[in-house]
């Protein structure tokens, strides 16, 4: 017996992701829903061998499901989160909407488990893409030398920004040297052979709220004491988030222990050799699992400080991934509940 699921944004890139990991993990699906919006009714999207038609939000009963995966914007989640949770099934919300609130936690299954012992809302808060693969990398280290301080700066692909992100990097990419890059829409300045070091809305300190988030969601998700500075940039990359990261901890922690600390937790593989290609780039991470660690060194600017680089499939374990482990959490302790139904 399997769970009655509905992934709320399926035509979406997040979406689409959600039907590939929930096949590829074989989650316990008895009938899944996709749904989207209005102009999407009736559109194909796939799940493993079946093809699903998507159905209207806005018509759907979601007292006939056990579990919401949703994906489908901020702006949604707002309107339709709560109605959602209240009429029965768990939620596992993709967008930002949810993720302060002190009553919903908010998971990284290597991170913070025990999170979702409480569920006040049946909601539950996927963190932002950049988030979550670096407290991925950072859980370990913490604990065995606990963070003071981090400074990142991260190098995040298009599709961070849905499929109107990456039309727009590859419409640009093609008409650059033929008719000139069309003029930005999505971005605020041409993404084609460029970088752009803003993502989200302006805050009054200066800081974007893309950099807003990974501090507080940090602090939520894995200590309040942690101080976090980030520099979040736009790269004309399709799919992969990379981040450089810089560390200071209270306790000494020598490069080569983070290694093999590294090495051996859950959701991390290492690949750090000292020589031409020794390290992973985005693209090497598009479609897979892991959070990939490379460039491994002391930082020695500051007393115990570590320096190195983060890359993950952003759609994967920034978005979709995570969703479907929090799932698979839910169900190995028994809070994913199968209705009933007349
Ligand atoms: N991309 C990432 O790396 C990433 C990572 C973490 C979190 N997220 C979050 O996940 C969410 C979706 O991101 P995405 O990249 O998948 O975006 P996307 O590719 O633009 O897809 C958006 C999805 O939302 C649906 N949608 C939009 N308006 C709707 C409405 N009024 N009613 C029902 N469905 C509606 C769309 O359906 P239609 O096709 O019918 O419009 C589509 O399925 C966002 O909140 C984003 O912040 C994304």
Redesign the pocket.
């Known amino acids: 017996m399997g769970y009655r699921v509905a992934v709320?944004?399926?035509?979406?890139?997040?979406?689409r992701e959600m039907f590939n990991i929930l096949e590829e993990v074989k989650f316990p699906v008895d009938k899944m829903h996709a749904i989207?919006?209005r102009?999407?009714i009736g559109v194909e999207v796939s799940f493993g061998n079946e093809i699903l038609k998507c159905e209207d939000?806005e018509q759907f009963d979601f007292s006939k499901v056990d579990l919401v995966l949703m994906?489908?914007?901020?702006s949604?989640s707002k309107a339709w989160g709560e109605k959602i949770g209240a009429a029965g099934p768990i939620v596992i919300d993709?967008?930002?909407h949810f993720r302060m609130d002190p009553d919903v936690p908010l998971v990284v299954p290597e991170v913070n488990p025990e999170a979702v012992n409480s569920i006040p809302k049946n909601i539950i808060a996927?963190p932002?893409?950049s988030t979550a693969q670096l407290v991925v990398a950072l859980k370990p280290l913490h604990d065995e030398a606990k963070i003071k301080r981090v400074v990142v700066s991260t190098y995040q692909s298009v599709?961070?920004a849905?499929?109107?992100g990456m039309d727009e990097l590859w419409d640009q990419t093609k008409g650059v040297y033929v008719l000139g890059a069309p003029p930005p829409k999505k971005f605020t300045k041409q993404i084609a052979f460029n970088v752009i070091p803003h993502i989200d809305v302006f805050m009054d300190d200066g800081f974007t709220k893309e950099e807003w988030k990974m501090a507080v969601e940090t602090q939520k998700i894995l200590d309040p004491a942690i101080k976090l500075t980030a520099t979040c940039v736009r790269v004309p990359v399709m799919v992969g988030h990379s981040e450089s990261v810089n560390v200071e901890f209270e306790s000494p922690l020598d490069e080569d222990e983070a290694r093999e600390i590294l090495r051996e937790a859950d959701g991390i593989v290492v690949v750090d050799k000292r020589e031409d290609g020794g390290y992973i780039t985005p693209k090497e991470s598009q479609g897979e699992f892991p959070v990939y660690i490379s460039r491994i060194r002391k930082d020695p600017t500051v007393e115990n400080g570590l320096a190195f680089w983060c890359v993950s499939d952003?759609?994967r374990k920034?978005?979709a991934l995570n969703a479907v482990q929090i799932a698979q959490l839910l169900h190995d302790k028994g809070l994913l509940k199968r209705k009933v139904l007349a």
């Open positions: 709320v944004g399926a035509t979406g890139n997040v979406g989207a919006s102009k999407s939000l994906s489908a914007g901020g949604i993709n967008s930002s996927n932002n893409c599709s961070g849905g499929k109107e952003n759609l920034g978005a």
